[in-house]
């Protein structure tokens, strides 16, 4: 009888750290995580927006051109393309991370 209870203590292990989010199947637990990760996807779509503001302030490509040639080394017209190429990057980035950052969908996850 001793040995069946010493048997089922191991059964009652709980995960602690960061082993407890990673690996859950607790509603609650990846409930906050979806909540967490909707939260940074709205700060890093909020930045790209603020970027993609900045370069339609003025008409033409300025802040994105200078961004392709400190990051890709472009110089010239290349660097116009690739300012352009960037900005679409930008704007991809965008729209997928404020698709996850949507209030609408969060209150709707709330709902259910």
Same mark, same amino acid.
């Given at each position: 009888?001793?040995?069946?209870?010493?048997?089922?203590?191991?059964?009652?292990?709980?995960?602690?750290?960061?082993?407890?989010?990673?690996?859950?199947?607790?509603?609650?637990? &990846?409930?906050?995580?979806?909540?967490?990760?909707?939260?940074?996807?709205?700060?890093?779509?909020?930045?790209?927006?603020?970027?993609?503001?900045?370069?339609?302030?003025?008409?033409?490509?300025?802040?994105?051109?200078?961004?392709?040639?400190?990051?890709?080394?472009?110089?010239?017209?290349?660097?116009?393309?690739?300012?352009?190429?960037?900005?679409?990057?930008?704007?991809?980035?965008?729209?997928?991370?404020?698709?996850?950052?949507?209030?609408?969908?969060?209150?709707?996850? &709330?709902?259910?």
């Amino acid at each position: 009888m001793a040995g069946a209870a010493a048997h089922d203590d191991h059964h009652d292990h709980k995960p602690y750290g960061w082993t407890r989010w990673v690996y859950s199947t607790n509603h609650k637990d &990846i409930g906050t995580l979806y909540l967490i990760f909707a939260i940074f996807a709205g700060i890093i779509g909020g930045f790209l927006s603020v970027m993609m503001r900045w370069e339609l302030a003025e008409p033409g490509i300025q802040i994105f051109t200078g961004l392709a040639e400190m990051v890709y080394g472009f110089q010239g017209d290349a660097a116009v393309d690739g300012g352009k190429h960037m900005y679409n990057v930008f704007t991809t980035g965008h729209a997928s991370s404020r698709s996850w950052s949507h209030p609408r969908s969060r209150v709707d996850q &709330i709902k259910r």
